[in-house]
């Protein structure tokens, strides 16, 4: 446990006015769909889900996406999917990189609206299609996603916020159309680690924050939940005691980042704890659990 206080102060506000006109499109657009997919980092899902997506969904039947679950730690994710599961969502577990778990999202939708598809089918309509919305925060991998579901480049996709801004109809499968959306954040975090998380994982842009600081909390984070990654890649042993400035300067003294003589490079640490963590140097790491 780290010391009590430990965690330093961050001001995080993300609101760009871009985000104020997804929120209308999707308003606008839910009740020309069926069903919602909503995209979660299986890193963070808690921080990644997007409170105003209850209210902007409501009543639709929805599918969770845990992506990036290359990158999270599996006994974590599968945890996760429980939870999820136990508020009655259906489940799916992605790496839309590489492409694992895809081949499940359109059986997974055909089950989750298979009420919809006998009704039709009562009703002597069994040609007529299905409309799918996707939505996720900025930076959850949803257009690498949609272009691994659709087999071919759809929709724009980068590794930084804002990618998508406007409506994309998708065709996916015979009969399935989805809705690409842009990604949207809400515009006040309910706490500090979940604005730290979001930056961390790079759903909002670090760079506007002190990134120092941002580190320093990554750091004490870690260090409660994997300390073995933190000694196997950075040759320091938390006692409990330091702070995350004190451990950021440990990480730097054994990597050999001097400034001058006794005096580390906190700096240049902050970015490679960062940077390292981002191409999964310091492993398969979750880092929130479910309650």
Not at 60 to 76: E, F, T, Y
């Amino acid at each position: 446990m780290m010391a009590e206080n430990a965690f330093e102060k961050l001001n995080i506000q993300w609101f760009p006015g871009h985000m104020t006109k997804a929120q209308r499109m999707i308003e606008e657009n839910i009740g020309l769909v069926d069903a919602v997919c909503e995209l979660l980092d299986a890193r963070i899902p808690r921080a990644s889900r997007n409170p105003d997506i209850d209210r902007l969904a409501a009543g639709k039947p929805r599918l969770v996406i845990l992506n990036r679950c290359d990158l999270a730690d599996p006994a974590v994710t599968k945890l996760w999917s429980a939870a999820f599961r136990d508020q009655g969502l259906a489940v799916l577990e992605t790496d839309a990189r590489s492409g694992k778990g895809i081949n499940g999202f359109v059986p997974a939708v055909r089950a989750l609206l298979a009420d919809k598809l006998a009704d039709y089918e009562r009703k002597g309509q069994s040609g007529r299609g299905l409309k799918i919305m996707v939505l996720g925060i900025p930076n959850v991998g949803k257009s690498t996603f949609i272009n691994k579901v659709a087999g071919r480049k759809a929709a724009a996709a980068g590794d930084k916020p804002g990618v998508t801004r406007g409506r994309q109809w998708i065709n996916i499968d015979r009969g399935l159309d989805m809705l690409d959306t842009p990604g949207i954040l809400w515009p006040k975090f309910d706490s500090q680690e979940v604005g730290e998380m979001l930056a961390v994982t790079n759903a909002i842009k670090s760079d506007v924050l002190d990134r120092e600081t941002l580190a320093a909390n990554f750091m004490l984070r870690l260090c409660e939940l994997y300390p073995e990654a933190i000694e196997s890649r950075y040759g320091i042993k938390p006692t409990g005691d330091e702070n995350g400035f004190e451990l950021l300067e440990l990480a730097a003294k054994r990597r050999g980042f001097l400034v001058s003589r006794g005096e580390y490079d906190i700096e240049r640490m902050a970015n490679t704890l960062l940077d390292e963590y981002h191409s999964g140097k310091l492993g398969r790491l979750s880092l929130e659990r479910p309650e």
